[in-house]
């Protein structure tokens, strides 16, 4: 009777275990993990997949030389943005406009002000100083 005690407590441990770390691996981050000014990275390009870039905060790459252009968005809480935009004759400049996310397909999606999509991005990882994502449109 005791050995039969002790392999449920062994079996409602594992379970309990695997429990947790499939919720902790498959919890996603949320809309609020993405706010705050996110810029392209060239320095961290060691990815699995040549198609994720990956953005760090701002702040980070301040001090940064610009050897070329590099997407640059900034995400507010109440879902308004701003992004760097390069132009087709080759000029840099500050839009306004709107974010959205999606949690379930893990897209964000940034707009203009005139509610077009400019960049359709899904959302590979969200890490404290990291951003990977991966381009659709």
Request: net charge positive.
């Amino acid at each position: 009777m005791k050995k039969r005690q002790a392999d449920k407590i062994i079996l409602l441990s594992i379970s309990i275990i695997l429990a947790f770390a499939y919720t902790s691996y498959t919890v996603k981050s949320s809309k609020l993990d993405l706010t705050g000014c996110w810029i392209e990275s060239f320095k961290n390009k060691n990815y699995k997949k040549d198609s994720i870039t990956i953005y760090t905060p701002c702040k980070q790459n301040s001090l940064l030389p610009t050897e070329r252009f590099r997407f640059k968005i900034n995400l507010r809480k109440n879902e308004s943005c701003n992004y760097y935009l390069l132009d087709n004759n080759n000029s840099h400049s500050m839009q306004s406009g709107t974010w959205l996310y999606n949690n379930k397909n893990f897209m964000l999606i940034i707009k203009n002000s005139n509610n077009e999509i400019v960049k359709l991005f899904k959302v590979i990882e969200i890490k404290k100083n990291m951003l990977y994502l991966e381009l659709k449109k």
